[in-house]
């Protein structure tokens, strides 16, 4: 098992940054490939970003060039580092992790194995 625990959403205005931590605890956390979703009420989870245990990344087109996944195996904590927020942006967050990575499939929700609570982000216009 491995347990997830989101942090550091916020109320921020459009064009602000926000960085959400993800810390796991339960398993050795660099043989995770980790990412992040999103849901806004009444829609679907998104897909935002994924990094492997080899640290390649992935990324949606709607944050290419805004949002940075990255990992700290020291820690056990994953990032998301989001810039030049958007109103669209608005979403619960979580973190996701899978053992068995398959880049085809990383933005299948499916995939990952284990979810965190989620931490909720809303940029306001």
């Known amino acids: 098992q491995v347990q997830l625990a989101e942090s550091g959403g916020g109320l921020v205005q ?6 959400l931590s ?3 605890s339960g398993r050795p ?4 490939s980790m990412a992040w979703f999103r849901q806004a009420p009444g829609k679907e989870r998104e897909f935002v970003a994924a990094i492997s245990s080899s640290t390649s990344t992935f990324y949606a087109d709607s944050v290419k060039g805004r949002f940075t996944i990255s990992r ?8 998301l580092q989001m810039s030049s927020l958007k109103p669209e942006d608005t979403a619960a967050y ?8 398959h880049p085809l499939r990383s933005k299948t929700p499916e995939e990952y194995d284990y979810w965190g609570q989620g931490t909720q982000v809303t940029v306001s216009s």
């Open 14 to 19: 459009a064009g602000a940054s926000l960085r």
């Open 22 to 24: 993800c810390a796991a």
């Open 29 to 32: 956390f660099n043989m995770y």
């Open 72 to 79: 700290d195996n020291a820690k056990n904590t994953l990032f």
């Open 94 to 101: 979580y973190c996701a992790a899978v053992r068995f990575f």
